[in-house]
């Protein structure tokens, strides 16, 4: 094996031996855990109900609470643990982060410190879309697609955790979602991870760097390895001969890894991103784009029992935190929690583009009500380098886009015989657009038909590998992933994660 570049082998021995012991704290007492998780959720009960109707006076109250609790006063006997968990919060809605810290959204991220997870906080992740030249064992050439979406999830508010002298990995769940497609000659197919979904509090292994180290995330064996800021990182995933892989991630060429992200969220006055979002759904979010798979050290990639040669590459890295709140913008009265969602969707089209003129553009459209297969992309940004390639300028995006091809898929995925749902397999744009005018015009399509997995609440998740062609620029082209969520009906999700929580007691 060489030596990497970055951490050699002595070093990062030492490191992870040392994260693992920090993770490797005896479990809490199982009825301490469960009353701990049942004296949060009667804290957001009444938070909740500290709202009203205006229209009946009355107080809000969260739909079908008392399977919600008396799922959490039994978790330590139950078979799925983490997938009732998962499933129950996804019950609460809005108030799923109820009792977290919410980050301040009116101070200047400051960095490397904000690149590490924050305990406090709610929902939060590491989001990875990578695409890799390769050449399997019989020397054909083709490509990888891999997803890793790496999360930290809190599941009892800090009132609570100080009453209960509980950590704060005791208080969270830790998932990692990976998929791989295979685009070969001949050859076509998703693999998705095993599941891998993390509860410390249970015996379950997860972790996460502090501010001034190295950074650093794991969920059971699979970790984010990275400086202290990020860059290079190495993302490591071992799921045998299923999929396993460690490959690391390096900036554009002449970037620094200090510069090589731009900030997203809602933008400042010059149209760039702030780099947070706000009610109801506050948190952090940057991304950095173009990233290189660094060829100068051994790739070790694993698909479905095959050993592929990585060449080469690239990637989109996310970090997000995007927590759900009671609250509405401006402290606005309307939409009500749980009286007022969206029916009968609720979801969105999210994407990214690496192009191959060294830029890159991101956009997401929203499902709210009736479902629209022309929805408006409303959020964006067009990212291109700046200063001779020492960093990236951004700029606010919007535009038309179409959805189309729609196929049907199980909403469990590795039952055929489950109910379906349409997903998109086309992603067409239309004058997608920043100040100065239109950039966009073109067509995304993907690598193969099926991006479709599971998330931890058994909900249906759609993320294709694509390639986007221009067609105002025909030399414009680039490769990223289109991500397709809340494509089932709210009420058809609903009544499953209903059967499912009846189901097992």
């Known amino acids: 094996m060489k030596k990497h570049r970055f951490f050699p082998v002595l070093i990062m021995v030492s490191f992870l031996l040392s994260c693992a012991a920090n993770e490797a704290k005896a479990p809490v ?26 229209g009946t006076g009355k107080p809000l109250e969260i739909p ?21 968990l998962a499933i129950a ?32 906080t709610g929902f939060e992740w590491y989001y990875f879309g990578t695409y890799l030249e390769v050449t399997d064992p019989d ?33 969270m ?14 050859t076509q197919k998703i693999i998705r991870r095993r599941e891998n979904f993390q509860l410390p509090a249970l015996g379950g292994r997860g972790g996460f760097s502090s501010r001034g180290e190295a950074f650093y995330m794991a969920c059971g064996p699979d970790s984010l390895i990275g400086t202290r800021d990020v860059l290079p990182l190495t993302a490591v995933v071992r799921d045998g001969d299923n999929l396993s892989f460690e490959l690391t991630f390096i900036p554009p060429d002449g970037m620094n890894p200090k510069h090589a992200f731009f900030k997203q969220g809602m933008p400042n006055l010059a149209l760039s991103g702030r780099g947070y979002t706000y009610d109801p759904s506050p948190g952090i979010y940057y991304s950095w784009p173009q990233l290189r798979v660094d060829t100068e050290n051994d790739r070790h990639l694993v698909i479905d029992g095959v050993a592929y040669q990585v060449r080469g590459g690239g990637a989109w890295l996310d970090h997000q935190l995007m927590m759900q709140s009671l609250k509405n913008p401006k402290n606005a009265q309307h939409p009500l929690p749980f009286v007022e969602d969206p029916l009968p969707f609720n979801g969105w089209s999210w994407q990214y583009f690496n192009l191959e003129n060294g830029t890159a553009f991101t956009g997401a459209s929203f499902q709210k009500g009736e479902f629209n297969p022309n929805p408006t992309i409303v959020y964006g940004y067009y990212i291109k380098p700046s200063g001779n390639g020492k960093r990236w300028r951004s700029s606010y995006l919007w535009g038309g886009m179409h959805l189309k091809d729609f196929k049907s898929f199980p909403v469990i995925t590795d039952d055929p015989a ?7 397999n086309r992603w067409d744009y239309e004058e997608l657009q920043d100040i ?39 030399a414009v082209r680039g490769t990223g992933f289109c991500e397709s969520v809340g494509f089932e009906k709210v009420e058809a999700y609903t009544e499953r994660a209903l059967a499912w929580l009846k189901r097992n007691p």
């Open 139 to 171: 020397g054909k050439e083709g490509r990888v697609a891999v997803l890793l979406s790496m999360q930290k999830q809190r599941l009892i508010g800090l009132a609570t955790q100080k009453a209960y002298g509980l950590s704060d990995r005791d208080c």
């Open 418 to 424: 489950s109910p379906r749902v349409m997903l998109p």
């Open 436 to 474: 100065r005018g239109k950039l966009f015009t073109g067509t995304a399509a993907p690598w193969f038909t099926d991006g479709s997995f599971n998330g931890q609440c058994r909900q249906i998740i759609s993320e294709n590998p694509v390639d986007y062609r221009d067609s105002l620029n025909t």
């Open 29 to 54: 007492q199982p009825g301490s855990f469960e009353a701990a998780l049942q004296a949060h959720l009667t804290d957001v009960k009444n938070e909740v109900a500290g709202l009203s109707d205006p």
């Open 173 to 186: 769940m830790f998932v990692n979602l990976v998929t791989a497609t295979v685009d070969l000659p001949g």
């Open 89 to 120: 919060y996804s019950l609460l809605g809005r108030a799923s982060d109820a009792g977290s810290k919410v980050p301040k959204l009116h101070r200047p991220l400051l960095f490397p410190g904000a690149h590490h997870i924050d305990p406090e």
């Open 64 to 84: 079908h609470f008392d399977l919600i609790y008396e799922t959490a006063g039994h978790i330590a006997a139950s078979d799925h643990p983490e997938t009732d």
